[in-house]
């Protein structure tokens, strides 16, 4: 059974698409090594990366409350991965809009992400495109010395156009699996665009990466969940991170 943990505000730390497309992901990426990793190595691996990189993003956001809410926006997403881990997301106290998929089971969403999110698919999209990569245990597989300050600037940087364009396929798949519109997330990630254009993360690297990915989640799924309304969950985090009604235009660059 899939558990998504508890939030700890002491910490001072996505119709299916294709059958079976998280379990041939290692065959489609020949270059990307087993996992040499026990479970427990994997999860001690995030374990020991966990307060810098919770540190590095500002903190935990200090609220029980959006924490709780963070965690209930994860547990549907949690419901149909494929790995059976400690699932929890955790709210940093980062204006910019970060995204950290950790091995073990946790992803770190900055509130500048939940604030850019205008809608609840596209917040469930970025959780999913990071869960999407702890599946598949992308940044173990490539950081299996078990150096901590490797995996950290692994975590913070991305994984790289292949793996990330793979987290892509199954996070679309996850989100209509779980009632979302891949169509009405693709905006998160041209806003990404245009606020953070030289932005390094999973979701993100650049404003020529939005444009290359953004088609993928604007193509509609073949059966195009209705509108789901907002839940609690989302309506609360809102609340505290409203989306700006107006976003800046990104500067332009001299030279």
Known sequence: MRSVAPPSCALSRRALLVTGLV?????????????????????????????SLIDAGGGAYPSASVQQAMGEVLRPLAALATRSLPWRALVLDD?????????GGTILVAR???????????????????????????????????????????????????????AD?????????????PRRA???????????????TCLVASAADASQRSPLWQR???????PLAASP????????????RALPMPAARMG
């Open 186 to 200: 693709a905006g998160l990630f041209e806003v990404l665009a245009r606020v953070e254009p030289e932005a390094s």
């Open 112 to 166: 500048g992400l939940v604030r850019l999110a205008a809608s609840e698919d596209g917040l469930v999209a970025a959780l999913a495109h990071a869960l999407a990569h702890l599946e598949e245990a992308h940044a173990a597989r490539l950081e299996q010395a078990a150096s901590v300050e490797g995996l950290i600037q692994l975590v913070q940087r991305g994984h790289g156009p292949t793996l990330e364009a793979a």
């Open 220 to 226: 509609p799924a073949t059966a195009e969940p209705p």
């Open 233 to 244: 969950a989302f309506q609360q985090l809102k609340i505290t991170f409203p989306t700006p």
């Open 95 to 103: 204006p910019p809009p970060r995204l950290m998929a950790v091995p």
């Open 23 to 51: 379990a041939g992901c290692q065959a489609a990426l020949p270059g990307l090594p087993p996992l040499r990793l026990s479970a427990d190595q994997e999860q001690e691996l995030g374990t020991r990366a966990l307060p």
């Open 169 to 181: 396929q199954r996070a679309r798949a996850l989100l209509v699996q779980a009632g979302r519109s």
